[in-house]
């Protein structure tokens, strides 16, 4: 891989006032890109501090979908800290990772993740889901930088990160597109049309990720449409698949590795995850979906996650 420790990018983008002051230390944008992260102790700080982020911003909002974002935030702290080359004072860097949120209704952790970053500020986490606001419920490209592609309907990411991937798999510093689905999302049919296509151009540069915490809006996956086994309906179709806990940083960073280094094909990752995970009030209940929480339970899930009320 590049040592992308050693790459500058210029000036001149519409996001070049913003500074980090999160997880990767302050920097501006003359700076080399931040080492990555692959401690697992630094990055389960950082997944518990962005939990409390993700429950305080929904809650203040009062609206947005706890379950979903909470699983995912492993596996989002891993790409972003661990794994991605990016770099948040030029979101358009010809030579970045991509990132399609596929299920666009887990959009408070990719919130969470991009002011951690610096893409967008902490005082932008206080206006989600509010008129004019660069956070919307669900990820728009043409407001909120480093933002990929616009999402929220459901089936449609695979194809759009395939797209993507195809386009720019001959570049220089192979730059790589990584794409997060939802279990219950595998039910859209235009998800297995983008993954018969990117089987058969062996987009090397692809990888999905399922979050494949077994919840979906009504109930369990299994009785609504099963979708299992997603590894070998994937396999059928000429990807790489690899099943992990999609808790286990070491398990989530081996799948990476083992992508990045698969160069005939195309690689799904089935993540097995907890909705909810990190707040026992939350984990494994379909009812916490798309539901608030009211004072007192954000009370309750703060002092579990170690965190006081006023975490933004």
Not at 73 to 80: A, M, P, Q
Not at 235 to 260: K, S
Request: with cysteine; aromatic share 6%; proline share 5%.
């Amino acid at each position: 891989m590049p040592d992308i420790e050693k790459i500058q990018t210029n000036s001149g983008q519409k996001n070049s006032d913003r500074t980090n002051s999160g997880a990767t230390g302050s920097y501006s944008q003359s700076q080399p890109l931040p080492k990555r992260i692959r401690d697992p102790d630094k990055l389960c700080e950082l997944a518990r501090e962005l939990r409390v982020t993700i429950l305080t911003m929904i809650h203040r909002a009062g609206s947005g979908h706890i379950g979903g974002s909470l699983s995912c935030t492993d596996i989002l702290t891993c790409l972003y800290f661990g794994e991605m080359r990016h770099y948040p004072f030029r979101a358009d860097w010809p030579a970045r990772d991509r990132f399609v949120l596929s299920k666009g209704h887990a959009a408070p952790a990719l919130y969470a993740i991009l002011a951690r970053c610096g893409y967008i500020t902490s005082q932008d986490l206080l206006h989600l889901r509010r008129l004019e606001s660069i956070l919307q419920g669900h990820p728009d490209s043409r407001r909120c930088p480093g933002v990929e592609a616009s999402s929220g309907s459901l089936g449609q990411g695979l194809s759009i990160a395939h797209g993507m991937a195809l386009a720019i798999r001959n570049q220089p510093m192979s730059p790589r597109v990584y794409v997060l689905l939802g279990d219950g999302e595998l039910q859209e049919g235009q998800i297995w049309e983008a993954a018969m296509s990117a089987g058969h151009y062996r987009t090397h540069n692809l990888c999905a990720i399922v979050d494949a915490n077994g919840l979906q809006l009504d109930g369990p996956v299994r009785d609504i449409m099963n979708v299992e086994p997603i590894d070998d309906k994937f396999t059928a179709f000429g990807w790489n698949a690899i099943d992990i806990d999609g808790h286990d940083t070491q398990q989530i960073f081996q799948a990476l590795d083992e992508a990045r280094d698969c160069q005939d094909r195309p690689t799904v990752i089935v993540a097995r995850t907890v909705k909810g995970k990190g707040v026992s009030l939350f984990e494994n209940k379909v009812a916490w979906h798309g539901k608030v929480p009211n004072d007192e339970q954000l009370r309750l899930a703060l002092e579990e996650l170690g965190a006081a009320r006023d975490a933004i």
